[in-house]
């Protein structure tokens, strides 16, 4: 899998930033240093040799990276050093000296133009990111850290660069019957899955507060795709997306009176299709939730029609519940192997959801070496034991040094020390 099963790594805070904050000092130095070795090229060559491309050169490499009054003062020191050793080689009248200056003086205005073109593609550029970050938190908003009781964390990992929102899903709200959840990955890309997206989430949120069983939850989002897949095939002259869509999901219940007690609990849960969630127990060990009964996907009520039937399992006070999509299971490393969250999480123990997730991303991104090409979706329900506090502050779950330093015995975990 590229890494031992029993070393658990993540990328610390900042680590995998550093060669980009090298890069920009580069970058910042670069125009200065271009300028500088053009006055020590015209000074230490023939006369026939000529340094004007260099001088151009700084400008143009300080626009799009710069402020306009940077880009200018470059261009200002680049036409300054060009005049200055036509000065200095007494040649400033002759007509190729001229045709320089003219050229540093030209490629400079060039540069200031193409550095308010930059610069106003970054406005809009922003002004996008505002916009994606908006209709993610409408469509797909973040749980609460706290709901009814349970620890709650949840991420979101788009494998397209500055993309905010996708096919993938994730819901929790507190009910009159319980905290309920969904996590699904719809069928396709683009605005045809966050328009799906939205019709599931809206028909989970609604569902979730009136209907009084899991398995009514699930009939409702399934009528809910059925009308989105009608509604389309009305409004497109294939109706290839209403006749194919579909929807992988799994909803869950952990009823009231179970979150916050300090005795046994369960979870009760439904799957259509998604890959099954883990369980993951104060002392380590890890069960995977699979259904007892194979079902299909939301919106294909209509190829096999079988009762939906909610399952339960232990839900012990410590334990955390996880649920992920197949950006998860299906990531790959440079050999093609996939990602196999239920070894590589059996015997850790994480202080809470929070850090279990930031752990799991940072190992699935050196598996993959930051190569992944499905979205990510990763919820975490941690049901605290009595006593708990709202965070548990231990030694770091990715030890600090490399492959050789000692992580603990299999099975056990990493060595978290003492509670501090």
Not at 136 to 146: F, S, T, W, Y
Not at 175 to 203: C, H, N, Q, S
Not at 229 to 256: C, N, Q, S, Y
Not at 383 to 388: D, E, F, H, L, V
């Amino acid at each position: 899998m590229g890494h031992p099963p029993g070393a658990f790594r993540g990328r610390r805070g900042g680590e995998g930033r550093r060669p980009y904050r090298g890069a920009r000092k580069f970058i910042r130095a670069l125009p200065p240093l271009i300028i500088l070795g053009g006055v020590f090229f015209d000074l230490l060559t023939p006369a026939t040799y000529t340094a004007a491309p260099l001088f151009s050169a700084a400008p143009l490499i300080a626009a799009p990276f710069f402020s306009t009054l940077t880009t200018l003062l470059t261009g200002i020191a680049a036409l300054l050093a060009s005049e200055g050793l036509h000065l200095y080689n007494r040649t400033i009248t002759d007509i190729p000296s001229l045709t320089e200056t003219l050229t540093v003086l030209t490629v400079s205005a060039l540069a200031l133009l193409i550095n308010r073109v930059v610069l106003r593609s970054g406005e809009r550029l922003a002004s996008a990111r505002v916009i994606a970050e908006t209709a993610q938190k409408a469509v797909l908003p973040m749980p609460a850290e706290r709901i009814g009781g349970l620890q709650c964390a949840a991420r979101y990992e788009a494998a397209q660069a500055d993309a905010f929102i996708g096919g993938d899903l994730f819901a929790v709200q507190e009910t009159p019957y319980g905290v309920r959840l969904v996590l699904g990955d719809v069928r396709g890309k683009g605005m045809d899955a966050v328009e799906a997206v939205a019709v599931v989430i809206g028909a989970f949120r609604e569902a979730a507060e009136q209907e009084r069983t899991l398995e009514g939850v699930v009939q409702r989002l399934e009528r809910a795709l059925a009308r989105e897949g009608t509604r389309r095939e009305g409004t497109r002259r294939d109706g290839l997306d209403a006749f194919e869509g579909f929807t992988t999901a799994v909803l869950a219940e952990i009823p009231h009176g179970d979150a916050g007690s300090a005795f046994g609990g369960f979870v009760r849960f439904v799957n259509r299709g998604h890959p099954p969630p883990l369980m993951l127990y104060a002392d380590g060990r890890l069960d995977t939730l699979e259904p007892g009964e194979p079902a299909l996907p939301l919106g294909m009520g209509d190829l096999a029609a079988w009762p939906d039937r909610a399952e339960g399992r232990p839900y012990p006070p410590g334990a955390t519940l996880l649920l992920y999509t197949d950006g998860l299971s299906e990531a790959r490393n440079a050999e093609g192997v996939f990602y196999d969250p239920g070894e590589r999480l059996a015997g850790r123990i994480f202080p809470g959801p929070e850090e279990l997730l930031d752990a799991l991303v940072d190992d699935v991104r050196l598996h993959t070496g930051g190569r992944s090409t499905d979205d990510m979706a990763l919820l975490a329900v941690s049901r605290p034991a009595a006593g708990q506090p709202e965070r548990r502050r231990t030694m770091p779950v990715v030890p600090p040094g490399g492959p050789g330093e000692p992580r603990g015995e299999p099975g056990r975990g990493p060595d978290r020390g003492p509670d501090r």
